[in-house]
């Protein structure tokens, strides 16, 4: 039982109690990576694992808490009504914990998928997807909305196949989302800190009301195949100044700092909240031109691609379907160059051997970030080991100065993030760059 005969779970494991399911699931991730898999066995051999569940969890209830959080070809004009919420688990009866080391402990994943949708009843939908996770074992962050669902999630690779093949028999997700819009990457649970489901009005953070520009108006889907002929195209044509297009990366700063395409256009700002002012400060930039618009996994580039469209200025807008999750998996060697950032604990990924970026403080090449060490600060950094073994560990010298006067002020008590690197950056760009400048200034 749990404290004061409490409802609930506790689990226990190297003689320690846990009472939330992401806290043992942190924990095996952790310390018994090498002991723990899935595999097709009865019930009653789990416990040989060591871990014992000492009560059923209580029915599920919807989910209120937030969560920060990643397909809508032929969605143009998609108006088919919504169907009820099918709330049933997966049967895993079958299977067990397994302790041997045969290697399922190393095959472990974290999945990254999106789907443009009408959800009538959300709180429903978050209530199913919170109590299917946990009954997985999975963590990660899954964000939900009246117009659909975006989520990452890691766990052991029998656990992320099994949930795929419950979310594509959801009657919801229906003839909309299929096998392909999941884009998967080597990790697991232990890549997030804990499970975060949650419902909001959008499902990616643009700022802009989704009634106002929908996901239904967005650009022209390319595959990554289509994508990398005109990228090709684009590369050729511009290094001679004849270009008519604009590559133009959709994430944030940070994300493009560590890896991009050749060529492409990347704005320094730090939200996609940002983005529609971008959009709207450099309009004159996009006038009368074709744009290849790219992300991760493509989610941004739905409302991104949607809102530049409604601008009316451009002579063509497409995106790159799957982001450039899916065109790595066919050209790890094309023209994105670098790592791949991510929004868990691993930061990035790659597929090429390729460094661009350099470490804050000596310039060496370096691409792998650590958070500021000043606990008022949020922001990311790249410091190479030998700075960080001169204490070099935060984003700027301010904020490094800042560190010492924190550690002094009362317990808890938290401060807004402000620093050298804020100040300096504009919240929107305006950009002053010529084509030519475009095809070669990126590489």
């Known amino acids: 039982r749990c404290p004061a005969g409490g409802e609930g779970v506790r689990w226990r494991c190297c003689r320690q109690a846990f009472e939330e399911l992401s806290g043992i699931h942190r ?7 090498g002991d723990i898999g899935l595999l097709a066995a009865p019930t009653d051999a789990a416990p040989q694992a060591g871990l014992t569940a000492e009560q059923a969890p209580p029915e599920v209830s919807p989910s209120s808490g937030p969560a920060p959080a990643g397909r809508a070809d032929g969605l143009h004009g998609h108006s088919r009504s919504s169907p009820e919420i099918s709330c049933t688990l997966p049967d895993t009866s079958h299977l067990m914990v397994w302790r041997s080391g ?38 990660g962050k899954v964000r939900i909305a009246s117009e659909g669902i975006n989520g990452t999630v890691g766990g052991s690779k029998v656990a992320t196949n099994l ?22 990457s080597a990790g697991g649970a232990h890549c997030f800190p804990d499970l975060r489901v949650g419902v909001f009005k959008e499902i990616v953070p643009m700022g802009i009301d989704p009634n106002i520009v929908s996901y239904k108006e967005t650009g022209i889907h390319l595959s990554p195949q289509e994508f ?5 195209q684009y590369l050729s044509q511009a290094s001679q100044g004849q270009s008519d297009t604009i590559l133009l990366d959709c994430r944030n700063f940070y994300e493009s700092k560590i890896g991009h395409f050749q060529g492409c256009l990347a704005p320094d700002i730090r939200k996609f909240s940002y983005f529609p002012s971008y959009i709207d400060e450099n309009l004159e930039l996009f006038k009368d031109k074709r744009v290849l618009m790219y992300c ?41 160059r670098g790592k791949l950032f991510v929004f868990d604990d691993r930061y990035a990924i790659c597929s090429n051997e390729d460094i661009i970026s350099a470490c804050r403080y000596c310039g060496t090449l370096w691409d792998q970030y650590k958070l500021c060490s000043s606990q008022h600060c949020q922001q990311l950094v790249l410091t190479c080991p030998s700075c960080r073994n001169k204490g070099l560990t935060a984003c700027c010298h301010v904020c490094q100065e800042k560190a010492l006067k924190v550690t002094s002020r009362a317990s808890g008590q938290t401060l807004k993030e402000e620093c050298e690197c804020t100040r300096r950056r504009p919240r929107v760009p305006i950009e002053h760059v010529s084509q030519k400048t475009l095809g070669a200034g990126k590489d």
């Open 228 to 232: 990398h002929r005109e990228v090709e």
């Open 27 to 33: 924990h095996v991730a952790l310390q018994h990576a």
């Open 102 to 139: 045969t290697g399922w402990d190393k095959v472990g994943e974290v999945l990254l998928y999106y789907c443009y949708c009408e959800v009538k009843d959300p709180e429903k939908l978050c209530a199913w997807q919170k109590a299917l996770c946990q009954h997985l074992h999975l963590t």
């Open 296 to 336: 991760t996994g493509g989610i941004r580039c739905e409302r991104g691609s949607a809102y530049l469209r409604s601008k009316a200025v451009c002579r063509e807008v497409y995106q790159l379907k799957g982001g450039i999750h899916k065109y790595l998996e066919e050209f790890p060697d094309g023209f994105y």
């Open 163 to 184: 949930y795929i093949e419950v979310m594509l028999s959801q009657p919801l997700f229906k003839d909309i989302l299929c096998q392909e819009d999941f884009k998967s």
